[in-house]
């Protein structure tokens, strides 16, 4: 069993940056992949990053460049810095890992917008 908490989301104007966090019940390396996935209102939730255990990052074309994923292994925590937000990147960001079966968080809102 996997136990993921968000926290970091709110309301910031384009152009701002926000960091999102997510806290695992488990080590970080006890874990096949990690990763922060996106849903906008009325669209399909997608992948935005995610780390592999060997320590690869893939990023979604979509925020390469404005976002960085990252991770603290003596606190379980992985982070993602948002930099250079845009309007198109509101939505809920939930937080993923996968250890045999898929887990995922509860979400957190992310508006951005003027």
């Known amino acids: 069993q996997v136990q993921l908490e968000e926290s970091g989301g709110g309301l910031v104007q384009p152009g701002g940056s926000l960091r999102l966090s997510c806290a695992a019940s488990?080590?970080?390396?006890?874990?096949?992949?990690m990763g922060w996935y996106r849903q906008a209102p009325g669209k399909q939730r997608e992948l935005v990053a995610t780390?592999?255990?060997?320590?690869?990052?893939n990023y979604a074309d979509s925020v390469t460049g404005r976002f960085t994923f990252s991770r603290d292994d003596a606190k379980n925590t992985v982070y993602l810095q948002m930099n250079s937000l845009k309007p198109e990147d509101t939505a809920v960001y939930y937080c993923?890992?996968?250890?045999?079966?898929?887990?995922w968080g509860r979400g957190t809102q992310v508006t951005v917008s003027s």
């Open positions: 488990v080590n970080i390396f006890s874990t096949d992949t």
């Open positions: 780390l592999s255990s060997s320590g690869r990052i």
């Open positions: 993923f890992a996968r250890r045999i079966f898929d887990y």
